[in-house]
């Protein structure tokens, strides 16, 4: 039962923002921010779509305490600059927001704190965390750096897209732990496969960089595959 509400309240805030929100809207928030009447009449739908996907008709707190941060969100996000980074945030923010409310509905504090403190000192679950924080960011650095001298010579980035390589080797290898941590072997070999035909079909590649490539991409695979047996038999 709660998670079904959790999953309820999640819908009504995907629908509250992305279905139910046109696009006049948004522009007039933007242009308006706090004077715009659709920011208020968007909040009020927030609202509105919490009551009656809650269930909860008599808890009349719930829907309020999701107007007020639904407004305060959404204003903090209408003066930042319209980023990909700032969208996120504010999603991020919408979510917590109903995971907190969900949380008290649903539970006493007391079994929270017990719960959280009961995950933080479960060594299964930091070994996952730990080897997806390591995947990405720290083994992006260090492929980095060790295939930094082969760079220049091989031409990167000359006439692709910037960086584009190392959001590439960021999801590969988050997708890597993924399936190796749940088991999947044969989705590895079809990333593979499927990283190999994007890679080598362009025409135009030379030879160094086709080995520039080949040497980042084995290095990317190899460190997030050894990553995941290891956390796979620790568990």
Do not use: C
Not at 61 to 76: E, G, T, Y
Not at 177 to 200: C, E, M, P
Not at 213 to 233: C, N, P, Q, Y
């Amino acid at each position: 039962m709660e998670l079904n509400l959790l999953l309820r309240l999640i819908v009504a805030h995907l629908l509250t923002d992305f279905v139910l929100q046109p696009t006049a809207w948004v522009n007039h928030k933007k242009q308006k921010k706090h004077r715009s009447g659709k920011l208020y009449l968007h909040v009020l739908v927030a609202g509105a779509l919490i009551y009656l996907f809650s269930g909860l008709w008599h808890n009349w707190w719930l829907p309020l305490a999701i107007m007020v941060s639904h407004f305060v969100i959404d204003l903090w996000k209408l003066n930042r600059p319209e980023t990909l980074t700032y969208f996120l945030l504010d999603q991020l923010f919408h979510i917590l927001v109903v995971i907190a409310l969900w949380m008290i509905v649903s539970f006493n504090l007391h079994t929270v704190w017990n719960y959280l403190t009961a995950l933080a000192q479960n060594t299964g679950f930091l070994l996952i965390v730990t080897g997806y924080v390591l995947v990405t960011w720290p083994l992006g650095y260090i492929i980095g750096m060790a295939t930094e001298k082969w760079r220049e010579a091989a031409e990167v980035n000359k006439e692709g897209l910037a960086k584009a390589g190392v959001w590439i080797g960021f999801f590969e290898r988050l997708l890597i732990l993924t399936f190796i941590i749940s088991n999947q072997f044969a989705a590895v070999g079809f990333l593979i496969a499927a990283k190999s035909i994007l890679r080598f079909s362009d025409k135009e590649n030379t030879q160094k960089k086709t080995e520039y490539v080949l040497i980042g991409t084995l290095m990317s695979f190899a460190f997030a595959a050894i990553i995941g047996i290891v956390i796979s038999k620790s568990l």
